[in-house]
């Protein structure tokens, strides 16, 4: 996307900061002059075993519950207006976030995260229905994604090496082919994509 467009450029953000979120969202369209698509990509999560409860204290449910549901929700909010421009003048505005296949399952890194990303799914239905039909919104949810992060999970590796039909995890390419396929799907809306390579099947 990058090579046919010629030109990118990178905004530094905190999502965890409201006044990152509005220049974010200001840098983007004094830069182009419009926004056509959203993509919630920044998450955060905390590694802690789902039984040890006192591990996961109120810091923690704030911190992911900032960056991973206010932050998605106010920048949609902040690029509202731009996207429904794209409707106007070209086609709907869209929206795609970045939940996880431990918002539908009870798997992930804790609880706190896995509710968080739970809370991203429904909002992504509840937008879809309040945006509609000039904003799509959209989720993919991701299982174990191959990155240098990820390649410390050796568990989590033979699991999706061993059960998934696709016998390996995600590669970042994968998603975003998910992602891209959800942009220019024109009639999908309210849809969680589960993009676990058939984990959940097994």
């Not at 990509?41 to 591990?55: C, E, K, T, Y």
């Not at 794209?86 to 709907?92: D, G, L, P, S, V």
């Not at 959800?182 to 984990?199: N, Q």
Request: proline fraction near 4%.
């Amino acid at each position: 996307m990058v090579a046919e467009m010629k030109q990118a450029i990178y905004v530094q953000a905190d999502l965890a900061f409201e006044a990152d979120r509005v220049r974010l969202i200001n840098e983007a369209i004094a830069a182009w002059g419009q926004l056509d698509v959203l993509v919630n990509n920044a998450g955060i999560s905390r590694v802690i075993p789902h039984s040890d409860l006192a591990a996961a204290n109120s810091t923690v449910w704030h911190e992911l519950n900032e960056v991973n549901v206010v932050a998605p929700f106010h920048l949609v909010a902040l690029a509202e207006s731009a996207l429904r421009d794209a409707a106007r003048y070209r086609r709907a505005g869209c929206v795609v976030n970045i939940s996880s296949h431990a918002g539908i399952r009870p798997k992930g890194a804790s609880i706190p995260y896995a509710v968080s990303k739970a809370a991203l799914n429904h909002m992504t239905r509840l937008l879809a229905v309040s945006l509609g039909p000039e904003i799509r919104v959209n989720a993919v949810a991701p299982g174990l994604v191959d990155t240098p992060l990820t390649a410390e999970w050796t568990e989590a590796q033979e699991l999706w090496r061993t059960r998934a039909p696709m016998r390996r995890a995600a590669s970042p390419d994968d998603i975003a082919k998910a992602v891209v396929m959800l942009v220019e799907s024109d009639y999908l809306t309210g849809e969680i994509l589960l993009s676990d390579g058939g984990l959940n099947l097994t």
